[in-house]
T-cell receptor
């Protein structure tokens, strides 16, 4: 399974943009890049995913490097509710257990008022 | 509302007393799985199910059983719980097990303590 590397923690100020990086240098051509987050005392929550092109949804944007060896989750205006652990996960196509998510340690995002 | 429901949310039990944690989803998802979350080890998959009557071991299946008799339900069974199964458990479901571009939905978690 391809691995991801994320910073252990990051800080942001409320209402400012946040860029959460993820390195995945061993990514294969058919790995999707998923982001989940886990708020305190809750289960993980889907944020966004992509394959090659940048993606936007109501929660965030995902910027994928041209060589796909890294990606960045962008929260456009951080709120206190965005304080969570953010996980960058690679999901391979065609494996026998494609639904499995391999969680790393993630990045703990602190948002200061 | 689309959701994955686990019960109970909290459970304290004694070593050896069989217990079942229930998981139900209302989204007609094919794929369901169980994870445990431990400090320093992150979330690890225990068992998964591709569809009704199709289950398989994840990364840490020892001491656990599952069944998938109906599409919506995926109970986790601890036949003889031990203290090392004290953990936070999450059930998850997703639509298509062989597609890696679908999102997973997680339950709220079950905090189990075995004394």
């Amino acid at each position: 399974d391809a691995k991801t590397t994320q910073p252990n923690s990051m800080e942001s100020n409320e209402e400012e943009p946040v860029h959460l990086p993820c390195n995945h240098s061993t990514i294969s051509g058919t790995d999707y890049i998923h982001w989940y987050r886990q708020l305190p005392s809750q289960g993980p929550e889907y944020v966004i995913h992509g394959l090659t092109s940048n993606v936007n949804n109501r929660m965030a944007s995902l910027a994928i490097a041209e060589d796909r060896k890294s990606s960045t989750l962008i929260l456009h205006r951080a709120t206190l509710r965005d304080a969570a652990v953010y996980y960058c996960i690679l999901s391979p196509v065609g494996s026998s257990n494609t639904g499995k998510l391999i969680f790393g340690q993630g990045t703990t995002l602190q948002v200061k008022p | 509302e689309a959701q994955v429901t686990q019960n109970p949310r909290y459970l304290i039990t004694v070593t050896g007393k069989k217990l079942t944690v229930t998981c139900s989803q209302n989204m007609n998802h094919e794929y369901m799985s169980w994870y445990r979350q431990d400090p320093g080890l992150g979330l690890r998959q225990i068992y998964y199910s591709m569809n009704v009557e199709v289950t398989d071991k994840g990364d840490v299946p020892e001491g656990y059983k599952v069944s998938r008799k109906e599409k919506r339900n995926f109970p986790l069974i601890l036949e003889s719980p031990s203290p090392n199964q004290t953990s936070l458990y999450f059930c998850a479901s997703s639509l298509r097990p062989r597609q890696s571009n679908t999102e997973a939905f997680f339950g709220q978690g079950t905090r189990l303590t075995v004394v």
